[in-house]
């Protein structure tokens, strides 16, 4: 079972008074989870996928990604960044089964926070929300830190899931949305909330496979069911308000990455991750179903020859497919980032020089 959490689904809880954190140092290496010189949890790859290979040695792409939250204690704010069991579900569980999916085609960059804990998402007094305003400023400050001195002029991709979309929607409005830097970015991926028209003031849903300069979004359950662990829209009055989105939530089926096919019946699914515990030295390989996907009201609906099969992977409690979002479609996100990734650099300006190559950067 990934232990992988976003909001949970029940309110009320305080969280307790304790001491922030010690701030992150983004020049010191062991507060990033991943960089794409290291050995990381982003640099996995699954058996049973003919021809993969890990791109970040050529690639041209960035893709600086938010883990979802990974501290499970419901008595503090914020997670250290030095805490192990924290550190270990980020690991090897949300770097390999979630980011791992953007090796093919970028580099990877996935900061270490002080993420709102499991208690953060329970509180109602003001404390919840003060904890995910902190994990942004860290959020924030490596955004910063990876400009100055990782991107040298790269495209880039901002990914995330659940709360680690919940900052990408901040991030992206802050540094993105009417900025020059919106010419540089390929796509944000953006699972595992709700997302909607309102989330953003300019920045597209892409609703063709190979397009660019957008985002999409998805979050998916069993036919009929309703999301236990996905918060930020206003008719879902079950979560405090940390993402609020007045419009209907938009989504995107990640078998087709086409709004005009947002239903699709006994369709191939190139690979699910199965197996996805932070405790596995090696997971199991890639799994090929045939899927039933439709987007309705908001939210993908799946249906799978192995479905209680899938149910007990993802631990999806009445039918809430959260911790999956990715490992589902992990091929098919994979094979989507290679397809924007090209669309964008084929489509740059003539004449617009990009880093052919890169080295580990100094000590700074």
């Known amino acids: 079972?990934?232990?992988?959490?976003?909001?949970?689904?029940?309110?009320?809880?305080?969280?307790?008074?304790?001491?922030?954190?010690?701030?992150?140092?983004?020049?010191?290496?062991?507060?990033?989870?991943?960089?794409?010189?290291?050995?990381?949890?982003?640099?996995?790859?699954?058996?049973?996928?003919?021809?993969?290979?890990?791109?970040?040695?050529?690639?041209?792409?960035?893709?600086?990604?938010?883990?979802?939250?990974?501290?499970?204690?419901?008595?503090?704010?914020?997670?250290?960044?030095?805490?192990?069991?924290?550190?270990?579900?980020?690991?090897?569980?949300?770097?390999?089964?979630?980011?791992?999916?953007?090796?093919?085609?970028?580099?990877?960059?996935?900061?270490?926070?002080?993420?709102a804990s499991l208690g953060a998402f329970l509180d109602r007094s003001g404390a919840g929300r003060a904890a995910l305003d902190q994990a942004y400023e860290d959020i924030r400050a490596a955004f910063r830190h990876y400009l100055a001195r990782f991107r040298q002029g790269r495209p880039f991709v901002i990914a995330g899931h659940s709360q680690g979309t919940a900052l990408a929607i901040r991030l992206l409005n802050e540094f993105v949305v009417g900025q020059p830097l919106a010419q540089d970015l390929v796509a944000a991926w953006l699972p595992g909330q709700y997302v909607g028209r309102d989330s953003f003031d300019g920045l597209p849903f892409l609703r063709r496979p190979d397009e660019t300069g957008g985002f999409v979004a998805w979050a998916t359950v069993a036919p009929g069911a309703g999301p236990h662990l996905v918060c930020g829209w206003t008719a879902d009055e079950r979560f405090p308000p940390f993402t609020v989105n007045t419009a209907f939530p938009l989504a995107i089926n990640p078998l087709t990455w086409d709004a005009d096919r947002p239903a699709v019946a006994s369709f191939p699914n190139p690979g699910a991750l199965p197996d996805v515990s932070p405790d596995l030295p090696e997971p199991g390989p890639l799994v090929r179903d045939l899927f039933d996907a439709q987007v309705v009201d908001g939210l993908v609906e799946v249906a799978m020859p192995r479905a209680s099969w899938y149910e007990e992977q993802f631990n999806a409690e009445a039918g809430d497919f959260h911790l999956g979002d990715i490992p589902l479609f992990w091929m098919s996100l994979r094979n989507n980032v290679a397809c924007r990734v090209g669309a964008f650099l084929k489509k740059r300006a003539p004449g617009h020089r990009l880093p052919e190559a890169w080295v580990r950067p100094g000590a700074r």
């Open 1 to 115: 079972m990934l232990l992988l959490v976003g909001a949970p689904w029940a309110c009320g809880v305080e969280v307790a008074s304790r001491p922030v954190p010690a701030a992150p140092d983004y020049a010191r290496e062991e507060h990033w989870a991943a960089l794409p010189w290291k050995v990381d949890g982003a640099d996995f790859l699954p058996a049973g996928g003919d021809g993969l290979a890990d791109g970040q040695a050529t690639a041209a792409v960035d893709t600086f990604f938010i883990h979802p939250t990974t501290c499970l204690d419901e008595e503090v704010r914020n997670a250290g960044l030095d805490e192990p069991t924290v550190n270990l579900l980020t690991d090897r569980g949300a770097l390999r089964f979630q980011a791992s999916a953007f090796n093919g085609a970028t580099r990877v960059f996935a900061p270490r926070y002080r993420q």
